[in-house]
C-alpha cells in the first residue's frame, strides 16, 4: 500500500509530492505587523524541524508585512518558504504573491460573500454568475502568482462552506468536495499545477470522508495534485494529538497524504514533534495484500477495560472505571454498583475479588480461560477467552456469557475455525496485534467478510511501548481509522509497557471519542490561534476546560476570533470567540446569543447560557 503518486509542487527549495518525504509545517500566532516576533517564532518552528512556516494576511498591510519577515529570516540564513493565509481579501492574496513561497486561499471566502447559514435557494443563473465570478478573480490571483512563482493552497474547511455550495450539497464533505473542484477546475483550465490541497474539519470522520470523496472525485477528472492534511481545531494536551492522529493518521496510512500540520492550541513549535512523529510512524507498513475496504456497521463500539496489570480489585479500582455504588443494596452482596459515563461495557481481569458480584448485569467480566470455573464464583456471567486453538479443541460449550475467541497477529481463517466460529455466532471473535497495523486488521477483518463470518469482532492491541506520546499515536492512528469506519465491536488496548494500569482504558475512551462513536466527556475544539487572534487563547480554553468539562454530553468551541467563529466550529454545541479589546461573543450553535461580554465575565455568562438552554449536567 504506498503512496498516492502526484504531481510535484515547487514551494520555494523545497518540493511537495509524493516523490518526496510527508512535509511538515506549522503556524505563526503572533501579530504579522510585528517583524521581530514573527521571525523569533518562525524560527523556533523551523530549528524544531519545521518544513514550512504560514503566516496570516487579514489585509494588504500585513500582505505587505510579508516582505520584511521573508527578508529578515533570509538574512539570518532562514530559508524555509514562508505561505501566506488569507480569508476575504483576495487583494491581499495577490500582495502577498510577490512576497513568498505560497498561499493559502479558502474557497468559501476568497470571492463568495460570508456565509450566513441560512436557507438560500439559487437558481441555475445565479449560480452560474458567481462561478464565472469566481473564475474571473480566481485566474487574476493565479496570473499573479505564475509571475512570481508562488505556489497555492486550495483550503477547504467545513463550516466555512459559502451559501451557494451549501444551497445545493449542504455542509457535508460532499460540499466541500464540490467547493474545492470548483477551484481546481480553474487550475487545470488555466494551466497552473503549482497547487497543493487541503479539506479540513475539527469532526475526523468528516475530514477524512471528505479527503476520501475528493481524492476519488480527481480521479474522475484527471487530477493528481497533492495533499496537505490536518484536523482543524484539535485543541490542545492530549486531546489534540489523539484527534490529530486519528485523523492524519488514517489518511496517511492509505497512502494519502504529501504535507501535514497538527494544530494545537499551544505555541507551535510544539506541533512539529507530534507531526514528525506522525509521519514516521504511519504509511510505512505493507502486508502484500491491499486492504478491503468494508461497510461498518458498530456506530457505538464497546470499551474494554484490561485490568490485567491489578493485583486486587477493590473498590479504588472500581472507582477508577467509573463505577460508583448505587441506591440498590442487594440483601446478600451489599451496596451493588452503578456505572457512570465513563464505565466500559466489558472489563477482563486477571484477578478476582467480591466487586465483580456487585457490577451491573450489563458488564460482562472476561477471565483467562483457565480461571473461567473460578471466576463464577465472583460472577456466574464472567465469560472466557480463548485462543483459537482451545476453541477448536473446545467438545462442549463454556458456561457463562459467552466466549472470546482470540486470533493472534493476523494469522489468517482457516476452514476449521471458520466452520467453528459459524457454528458458535455468538463467539465474540478478539484480533489481537503485538504491533498495531491498520492494513493487517483491515486484511483480516477483508478474510472474514469472504469467509461470511458474522461474528463480532473486536480490536485489541497489545503493546509494550514505553513511550505515552508514541504510544498514544501510534495507537490513535492505526485504530482510530477503524472506528471511523465503524469497523470494529468494541476496543481493548493492552498497554504492557506504561506503569499506569488504567491507562490502556483512557486512551481508548479518548479515540473512539475522537472517532466520534462515543462521548465520554466534554469535547472542547479550539483554534492554534494566530496574528488575527484577538485575546490569549491558550489562557482561556483553560479557563473554559476548568469549567466545562465535567459536563460529558456537551461539544464547546473557544476560537481565537470571527474568522474561526460561527462557521469554522461546525457543529459544536457552544462557542466562546475572542472579540477584541477584551471581550467575547458567545454562541450556542451557530447562533450569536451574546455580543461584546468583558472576559472576566465570559465564563459565568457561558455558564447561564448552557443552564438556560437546559444543557446543564453535574
Not at 494544530?263 to 478491503?292: F, N, W
Not at 466452520?419 to 478478539?430: F, G, H, T
Not at 467563529?565 to 459544536?572: I, L, S, V, Y
Not at 461573543?585 to 451557530?590: S, T
Amino acid at each position: 500500500m504506498g503512496r498516492r503518486k502526484t504531481k510535484q509542487v515547487k514551494v520555494g527549495d523545497i518540493y511537495i509530492g509524493s516523490e518526496y518525504p510527508v512535509r511538515v509545517q506549522s503556524m505563526l500566532n503572533t501579530d504579522t505587523m510585528d517583524t521581530e516576533a514573527c521571525v523569533e517564532q518562525a524560527i523556533r518552528i523551523i530549528d524544531a524541524g519545521g518544513e514550512l512556516v504560514r503566516i496570516t494576511a487579514p489585509g494588504v498591510k500585513e500582505a505587505k508585512n510579508l516582505a520584511n519577515i521573508h527578508a529578515e529570516l533570509r538574512r539570518r540564513g532562514y530559508t524555509t518558504p514562508l505561505s501566506a493565509d488569507i480569508h476575504f481579501n483576495p487583494e491581499a492574496a495577490m500582495e502577498a504573491a510577490k512576497h513568498v513561497e505560497k498561499v493559502r486561499i479558502n474557497p468559501g471566502n476568497f470571492v463568495d460573500k460570508r456565509a450566513t447559514f441560512q436557507t438560500l435557494v439559487y437558481t441555475d443563473e445565479e449560480y452560474g454568475e458567481e462561478l464565472r465570478r469566481l473564475r474571473e478573480k480566481f485566474t487574476a490571483f493565479l496570473d499573479v502568482c505564475r509571475e512570481h512563482g508562488t505556489a497555492v493552497r486550495i483550503g477547504t474547511n467545513h463550516g466555512s462552506l459559502s451559501d451557494r455550495i451549501m444551497s445545493r450539497y449542504g455542509n457535508t464533505p460532499a460540499g466541500m468536495v464540490e467547493a474545492t473542484m470548483e477551484y481546481l477546475r480553474v487550475c487545470r483550465d488555466e494551466e497552473f499545477d503549482n497547487v497543493v490541497i487541503s479539506l479540513k474539519s475539527s469532526d475526523c470522520r468528516v475530514m477524512v470522508e471528505a479527503v476520501r470523496l475528493l481524492v476519488r472525485q480527481m480521479e474522475k477528472e484527471g487530477m493528481d495534485y497533492p495533499l496537505h492534511l490536518g484536523v482543524t481545531e484539535a485543541g490542545e494536551g492530549e486531546d489534540g494529538r489523539i484527534r490529530s492522529a486519528v485523523g492524519i493518521g488514517t489518511l496517511l496510512n492509505e497512502g494519502l497524504g504529501d504535507t501535514i500540520r497538527v494544530s494545537l492550541t499551544e505555541e507551535p513549535e510544539r506541533e512539529i514533534p507530534e507531526a514528525l512523529a506522525l509521519s514516521i510512524l504511519c504509511g510505512r507498513v505493507d502486508v502484500g495484500v491491499e486492504p478491503v475496504k468494508l461497510d461498518g456497521c458498530y456506530s457505538r463500539p464497546v470499551l474494554v477495560a484490561d485490568i490485567s496489570k491489578v493485583d486486587c480489585i477493590d473498590e479504588a479500582v472500581m472507582e477508577k472505571l467509573d463505577f460508583h455504588v448505587a441506591a440498590v443494596n442487594d440483601p446478600v452482596y451489599g451496596d451493588m454498583l452503578r456505572g457512570g459515563v465513563r464505565a466500559p461495557e466489558i472489563i477482563y481481569t486477571e484477578a478476582l475479588g467480591p466487586e465483580l458480584t456487585k457490577l451491573p448485569d450489563s458488564v460482562t467480566v472476561v477471565v483467562p480461560f483457565e480461571m473461567i470455573d473460578v471466576a463464577h464464583v465472583y460472577n456466574r456471567k464472567a465469560a472466557a477467552l480463548i485462543s483459537d486453538k482451545e476453541f477448536l479443541r473446545l467438545s462442549r460449550p463454556v458456561e457463562g456469557d459467552g466466549i472470546f475467541v482470540e486470533v493472534r497477529n493476523g494469522k489468517f481463517m482457516n476452514a476449521d475455525l471458520a466452520r467453528k466460529l459459524k457454528e458458535n455466532k455468538s463467539a465474540v471473535v478478539v484480533l489481537t496485534l503485538d504491533v498495531a497495523s491498520v492494513a493487517v486488521y483491515r486484511v483480516y477483518l477483508g478474510g472474514l467478510e469472504r469467509l461470511g463470518i458474522e461474528n463480532r469482532v473486536i480490536i485489541r492491541l497489545i503493546s509494550k511501548e514505553k513511550d505515552v506520546s508514541t504510544l498514544r499515536l501510534l495507537a490513535a492512528a492505526n485504530l482510530g481509522g477503524l472506528f471511523l469506519d465503524r469497523l470494529g465491536y468494541g476496543l481493548w488496548l493492552s498497554c504492557t509497557g506504561v506503569p499506569d494500569a488504567f491507562y490502556g482504558v483512557q486512551l481508548s475512551r479518548d479515540i473512539l471519542q475522537s472517532a466520534g462513536v462515543r462521548r465520554y466527556k466534554t469535547e472542547f475544539i479550539s483554534c492554534p490561534g494566530c496574528g488575527r487572534t484577538l485575546y490569549n487563547l491558550q489562557e482561556s480554553v483553560a479557563r473554559v476546560k476548568e469549567a466545562f468539562g465535567h459536563l460529558s454530553r456537551l461539544k464547546i468551541a473557544v476560537m481565537g476570533c470571527i474568522v474561526n467563529g460561527p462557521g469554522e466550529m461546525g457543529d459544536a454545541d457552544y462557542g466562546y470567540v475572542g472579540a477584541g479589546n477584551g471581550k467575547v461573543n458567545l454562541f450556542r450553535g451557530k447562533a450569536m446569543v451574546r455580543v461584546g461580554v468583558p472576559e472576566g465575565e465570559a465564563i459565568e455568562a457561558l455558564k447561564q447560557l448552557i443552564i438556560e438552554s437546559g444543557d446543564w449536567n453535574d
